[in-house]
């Protein structure tokens, strides 16, 4: 199973923390999640413009304690190693993931330990990975863009017209 996944956070920095998490498994499982104990202080003016702005807030936010327990519960469902995870530019996107769990030798049993991204797949099929994702998507009509779980939707899309290149 492949699960496609995008985070928010408070800016591109080594000490950066997380804002919100969405997945969204190739079945259109989904899984959306924002917290309340980011560093408030790191974000700039772009990021409350276009990260907070699209936050949600229709579901309760929790902590990135909580957050651990509800994402290992929602990954249960998938058997050990099962679970490709595929992100956009995953550089920040996969050491958040990890930290979620306490580290990279704590991620669930469930999930392949090497990450994969649709850059990299973008050139390899001879795509300027530079491009607008919802463009190349054609998901651009209800675009809530810098929203983790629709961000992670629009990747989903981009793998799957990618596949068929």
Same mark, same amino acid.
């Given at each position: 199973?492949?699960?496609?996944?995008? $985070?928010?956070? $408070?800016?591109?920095?080594?000490? $950066?923390?997380?804002?919100?998490?969405?997945?969204?498994?190739?079945?259109?499982?989904?899984?959306?999640? &924002?917290?309340?104990?980011?560093?408030?202080?790191?974000?700039?003016?772009?990021?409350?413009?276009?990260?907070?702005?699209?936050?949600?807030?229709?579901?309760?936010?929790?902590?990135?304690?909580?957050?651990?327990?509800?994402?290992?519960?929602?990954?249960?469902?998938?058997?050990?190693?099962?679970?490709?995870?595929?992100?956009?530019?995953?550089?920040?996107?996969?050491?958040?993931?990890?930290?979620?769990?306490?580290?990279?030798?704590?991620?669930?049993?469930?999930?392949?330990?090497?990450?994969?991204?649709?850059?990299?797949?973008?050139?390899?099929?001879?795509?300027?990975?530079?491009?607008?994702?919802? &463009?190349?998507?054609?998901?651009?009509?209800?675009?809530?863009?810098?929203?983790?779980?629709?961000?992670?939707?629009?990747?989903?899309?981009?793998?799957?017209?990618?596949?068929?290149?």
């Amino acid at each position: 199973m492949k699960i496609f996944f995008d $985070t928010e956070f $408070t800016g591109l920095h080594k000490n $950066t923390t997380l804002i919100s998490i969405g997945l969204i498994d190739e079945d259109g499982r989904t899984f959306y999640a &924002e917290l309340h104990d980011y560093d408030e202080s790191q974000c700039d003016d772009w990021i409350r413009e276009n990260v907070i702005a699209n936050l949600s807030y229709r579901r309760r936010r929790c902590s990135k304690l909580t957050l651990k327990d509800k994402l290992e519960d929602w990954l249960s469902e998938y058997g050990e190693n099962e679970v490709e995870i595929w992100s956009d530019c995953l550089a920040y996107d996969w050491v958040l993931f990890n930290d979620i769990f306490g580290g990279a030798f704590e991620i669930p049993d469930s999930v392949y330990y090497i990450p994969f991204d649709i850059c990299t797949l973008m050139k390899i099929k001879g795509v300027d990975p530079d491009i607008n994702r919802e &463009e190349f998507a054609e998901m651009e009509e209800e675009s809530q863009k810098h929203n983790a779980l629709w961000d992670a939707k629009i990747i989903k899309a981009c793998y799957e017209r990618l596949i068929k290149l």
